[in-house]
């Protein structure tokens, strides 16, 4: 049987969101540097050759990256990993890792002024992190996180910051294969021979968006079904987990997505992605686009990130803080508030912050009860949310757009209650009686994915 996952055929009914058409709002604002500026770009277009070389235990990256510069300046991109050559319009250049004037995260500036318009860049670099060369074959995964600093796809491959929805595509080739390998991803995957792969992912997607994972065929037990949207699609779905250790919980995992799935599609309307693709392992879950690493538990809490976070997209960190708030809203039973002490500054970090505010997960939730309280003689925040997925799934946005939206569809202000709760300078711990609280979802770190290759 061919492990393969096939989950090409996309089926969406939701309207393909047009990526540059929604890229420049969000880009973010260029800074001084050298002689000039430092420029975000907008990617249009990412192919990267994975190579996984079995005989030298040794992995790869090749990056040939399309984007357009809307200014004079000099082009970001970011990578954790030191580039071994950086080739822009087919000349060699330098690029430095440096921090942006606000302190809030690191990226790297090619050493090269542009004109604006379109460019090229051909970046290679060694593929290190969660690679584990093992029995003539190899693990490998993409896992993300957005609690720790530059954790989306920058981590392994080089890419942009979560704004830009670009078309990327893998070609994966394990060099020197003896064994078949499984690849389990939220892309279409075709087979071009033994050794290669091509994955094609959709034209939405973001640095946080893609699953990627290879390991040996057969070290993982799997199961398939689909599942009917209320649309009139049927879904392929695939549970996996690793072989002979959830075993006997595969058919009680497919219970259970089932049922969320029956429960997300019921509040906020048809799936917004073509397929279903769940790794039960580790403790806590990460969320992408249609698909989740998640321990049982946390099945619910990921899968209603395909909603938000993976569905209506943040556009940069002060903006993640909304779909954490309103999954654990969610996990909590939707409880209504009236009232709310405390504050927080989960949407007034540093304008370049990339990370999501913990704060987001107990205060944050707290706050989206708040916000049903007030929207109570209208329904509450559920019908808000069921119309935000239908207008603004597949799409980045700013916080700031999501309080206006909300303003628009309620004919109501929400500005003072956001400014109070979420632009203040700190969560006071002691005054919201969170210091006791335990936190009720987690993260792995990369150290701990490892063990879950
Ligand atoms: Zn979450």
């Keep these: 049987m061919n492990h393969t996952l096939l989950l090409c055929i996309f089926l969406s009914s939701i309207p393909a969101s047009f990526a540059s058409e929604n890229d420049p709002v969000h880009t973010p604002k260029s800074f001084s540097y050298q002689n000039g500026n430092a420029i975000f770009v907008d990617f249009t277009k990412a192919h990267y050759e994975i190579t996984y070389d079995l005989d030298q235990k040794s992995a790869r990256a090749l990056a040939e990256i399309a984007f357009t510069a809307r200014e004079t300046g000099y082009p970001i991109f970011d990578s954790v990993t030191p580039p071994r050559s950086v080739v822009l319009d087919g000349k060699k250049v330098i690029s430095e890792e440096t921090k942006t004037p606000d302190q809030a995260t690191q990226l790297r500036v090619i050493g090269q002024k542009i004109e604006a318009g379109e460019h090229t860049l051909k ?64 892309g279409s995957v075709l087979r071009l021979d033994q050794e290669t792969f091509q994955i094609d992912f959709p034209d939405h997607f973001t640095a946080s968006s893609i699953f990627f994972h290879t390991t040996p065929e057969g070290t993982m037990d799997e199961t398939r079904f689909t599942l009917k949207s209320i649309d009139g699609r049927m879904l392929p779905v695939l549970l996996y987990a690793t072989k002979g250790s959830w075993i006997a919980s595969l058919d009680r995992l497919k219970e259970k997505v089932s049922s969320v799935f029956k429960e997300l599609e019921a509040d906020y309307g048809p799936f917004p992605h073509p397929s279903i693709l769940v790794y039960q392992a580790g403790s806590g879950g990460m969320e992408y686009c249609g698909a989740t690493m998640t321990d049982f538990g946390s099945v619910g809490h990921e899968l209603f990130h395909s909603y938000f976070a993976r569905g209506v997209m943040p556009a940069n960190g002060n903006s993640g803080w909304l779909d954490e708030a309103l999954a654990s809203w969610r996990d909590n039973g939707y409880p209504t508030l009236s009232s709310l002490s405390g504050s927080s500054g989960m949407s007034s970090h540093p304008y370049y912050t990339r990370i999501t505010d913990m704060a987001a997960y107990s205060f944050g939730a707290r706050f989206m009860s708040l916000l049903d309280g007030e929207t109570r003689g209208k329904g509450g925040m559920k019908p808000f949310l069921r119309y935000m997925v239908a207008t603004q799934a597949l799409k980045p946005l700013f916080v700031e757009e999501f309080i206006s939206m909300m303003e628009g569809f309620y004919q109501q202000s929400f500005k003072n209650l956001f400014k109070r709760y979420t632009y203040g300078s700190g969560l006071n711990l002691d005054q919201a009686g969170l210091r006791t609280e335990s936190q009720p979802h987690r993260k792995m770190s990369l150290t701990e994915l490892k063990d879950y290759l």
């Design 123 to 186: 970046i290679e670099l060694p593929l290190t992190e969660l690679v584990d060369f093992r029995l003539g074959g190899v693990r490998s995964a993409f896992w993300t996180s957005d609690l720790d600093e530059r954790n989306f796809l920058e981590r392994y491959l080089p890419s942009n910051f979560e704004f830009d929805q670009v078309k990327m595509d893998f070609l994966v080739r394990f060099k020197g294969l003896t064994k078949p390998q499984s690849i389990y991803t939220n």
